[in-house]
């Protein structure tokens, strides 16, 4: 497809276990970033790649998260030993990396029983 | 400080009312803002880009003012389609990452 593809779109998992969200971001775009939402809460940058650069990790919550980018495509988010507070929506956006435009997907709904 | 900080509201305003968002930066080195707009349970899209010299699409406006580092966004003759949350976005440098505000929503009532 055209757009930005999340996977899975929904996942529920128990305390502790990992979870594994995938981003496809747009073709040729050089700029992906993650971001979570709670409901009713804003965007919380989570990570940020941009071409060959070491990526932008400021923003995540803790060393339970990870983020890598394969061959400047497909990224994978990880979260290990889940914790309720991990519960949202996890968003991926790419852009083609010199403006401000911002493509997401439609976001993976985690929630930690 | 946030980097991106605006009023959450809610803003209830009437159908063909006029309405504005402000929403103010901590980086006076922050190069390039944007409106984006969300709906309820839905992802966010671009609203505009906000230049320096103010621009206007339709019945939008967005203006930034660099002295007082606050961007703002007009909507004139508010449809009930405008329902939705606004979010404000700063990027510091070029290339550089985008950084969200929290959002302002506004619900248009008939």
Redesign the interface.
Known sequence: GAGVSQSPSNKVTEKGKDVELRCDPISGHT?L?W?RQSLG???E?LI?F?GNSAP?KSGLPSDRFSAERTGGSVSTLTIQRTQQEDSAVY?CASSR??????F????SRLTVL | RKEVEQDPGPFNVPEGATVAFNCTYSNSASQ???W?RQDCR?????LM?VYSSGNEDGRFTAQLNRASQYISLLIRDSKLSDSATY?C?G?ME??????????TILRVKS
């Open positions: 700029a970033y971001y809460q804003g965007l940058f940020y941009q932008d968003l990396g010199w403006d401000g435009e911002l997401f997907g439609e976001g | 390039s803002f944007f984006y839905k992802e966010p899209k671009l880009s979010l976005v990027q070029y290339g550089n990452k985008l950084v969200f505000g929290a959002g």
